[in-house]
């Protein structure tokens, strides 16, 4: 006679992707070691932001608690944002030393190259199809981390924009639709566009720069400098990412 065990997990089992989500989480928060003993505290409060929610129409408010507990430590007049320009910005603020992007925070790299979302009634945390709609627990998370970070710059603050696409500025990026609008004087003096040509295609008086200019607080002073992605990627190399490098 042959019996059959059917094992029926308990409900608190969790799949292995959530295991999987956890053990990137607590990889990446370990490697900041000003706050390697708050890994399991942070993890536990950014799973209460989403597990157990419908990841459509997320509202980004779930994320505030968490930057209220983890504010960012870095000095707010080193601020560089971005737009179409990821690979390069990175390495452009390697090393943390005169600028910095959001993915040089704790919670900016950790969530960075991502995607993570909750179910209603579940514990788990899925990456299948979290970004089905507009609004969603990934895009929700970067709308308040991008307004956080905007929130806390100061002084004169940079952005790294790519002038090989024909708008170099756009006002639906989370830099044109979020951070631009968080730059409020006097708080911050000015902002400066680092344009990332390539052989000479755009210089600053790309009209793009014009819509930026109307966005942006009239107080706050608009630079700009263009520069090859050539000229950049040598500053990068000889460890001179400052304005000293291109102008
Ligand atoms: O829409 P974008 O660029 O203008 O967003 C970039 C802007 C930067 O200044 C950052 O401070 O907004 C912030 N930000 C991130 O730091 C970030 N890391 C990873 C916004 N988005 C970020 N991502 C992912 O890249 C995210 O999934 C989002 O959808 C893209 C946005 O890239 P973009 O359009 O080039």
Request: aromatic share 10%; net charge negative.
């Amino acid at each position: 006679l042959l019996a059959v065990v059917v094992v029926v997990p308990p409900a608190t089992l969790l799949s292995p992707r959530t295991s999987q989500f956890r053990a990137t989480f607590r990889q990446k928060c370990q490697a900041f070691p000003e706050t390697s003993q708050r890994c399991e505290q942070l993890l536990s409060m950014f799973e209460e932001a989403y597990v157990g929610q419908d990841p459509c129409n997320f509202p980004d408010e779930a994320y505030h608690p968490l930057f209220v507990e983890n504010p960012f430590i870095h000095s707010c007049d080193k601020t560089m944002f971005w737009s179409d320009t990821k690979d390069l910005v990175h390495q452009f603020c390697k090393g943390r030393n005169h600028f910095v992007s959001l993915e040089n925070s704790l919670l900016g790299n950790i969530m960075d190259g991502l995607t993570w979302c909750g179910k209603k009634s579940s514990k788990d945390t899925f990456f299948y199809l979290c970004e089905k709609c507009d609004i969603n627990t990934v895009s929700s998370f970067w709308v308040r981390a991008s307004a956080e970070f905007a929130d806390y710059a100061c002084g004169n603050a940079s952005v790294l924009l790519n002038g090989a696409i024909s708008k170099p500025f756009d006002p639906t990026s989370y830099f044109g639709a979020v951070e631009v609008r968080k730059l409020a004087f006097p708080r911050v003096q000015s902002l400066t566009v680092i344009l990332v040509i390539k052989n000479n295609n755009a210089d600053c008086s790309h009209e793009s720069l014009q819509v930026l200019r109307n966005v942006l607080d009239p107080n706050v002073t608009l630079h700009c400098r263009s520069v090859t992605e050539a000229k950049l990627l040598e500053c990068v190399e000889a460890g001179t990412t400052t304005d000293a490098c291109w102008t």
